[in-house]
């Protein structure tokens, strides 16, 4: 079974502060990816972004990007110019072919 | 285009009492999985169903089950309800492979 680790239960940011969320994974299968999904108090899952193990850069969607290391088998979160609206939790997940593991996610409190 | 629709949003159900949540995947979406969220933790996967056939399982007792038509719209079942499966039931659809697109749940108590 995947291992997600998510050691941050609860962040603050101030708005129009960037904020990088932390996320490591523990797979023993080589092709994993891994995507970030962001969930407000309603509860719906949100995609934000998506890394592919075997990209040569970053990815990058927005404001939203990603921080991949691919030895250390972390990969981080980065939200810049942080918005009111990006208060809500957040999961990163790498998948198992179509099924996903969710770590325990992050908190993320946009302060005005 | 219309995302995962899912039913009904809010229920409260006894123990002992058998539930059905529905759920409809994006159109041209041939693959559907269904998650359980308890309080604090993140989605707990249950099922997956890709072209009307059960293609993978989380570790969830026989009283869990699920399927799906031919449209691609699926049910869960849960049968016997106990209090611990008071939670929010998520469904997402998807291509095979890649990314899966959430709906808003159904927020199921059982009292």
């Known amino acids: 079974a995947q291992k997600i680790t998510q050691t941050q239960p609860g962040m603050f940011v101030q708005e129009k502060e960037a904020v990088t969320l932390d996320c490591t994974y523990d797979t023993s299968d080589p092709s994993y990816g891994l995507f970030w999904y962001k969930q407000p108090s309603s509860g719906e899952m949100i995609f934000l972004i998506y890394q592919g193990s075997y990209d040569q850069q970053n990815a990058t969607e927005g404001r939203y990007s990603l921080n991949f290391q691919k030895a250390r088998k972390s990969a981080n979160l980065v939200i810049s110019a942080s918005q009111l609206g990006d208060s809500a939790m957040y999961f990163c997940?790498?998948?198992?072919?179509?099924?996903?593991?969710f770590g325990t996610g992050t908190s993320l409190t946009v302060i005005p | 285009d219309a995302g995962v629709t899912q039913s009904p949003t809010h229920l409260i159900k006894t123990r002992g009492q058998q539930v059905t949540l529905r759920c409809s995947p994006i159109s041209g979406h041939k693959s559907v999985s269904w998650y359980q969220q308890v309080l604090g933790q993140g989605p707990q996967f249950i099922f997956q169903?890709?072209?009307?056939?059960?293609?993978g399982r989380g570790n969830f007792p026989d009283r869990f089950s699920a399927r799906q038509f031919p449209n691609y719209s699926s049910e869960l079942n849960v049968n016997a309800l106990l209090l611990g499966d008071s939670a929010l039931y998520l469904c997402?659809?998807?291509?095979?492979?890649?990314?899966?697109?959430f709906g808003e749940g159904s927020w199921l108590t059982v009292v």
């Open positions: 997940a790498p998948p198992k072919g179509n099924q996903f593991y």
């Open positions: 997402a659809s998807g291509l095979s492979g890649n990314t899966i697109y």
């Open positions: 169903y890709y072209e009307k056939e059960e293609r």
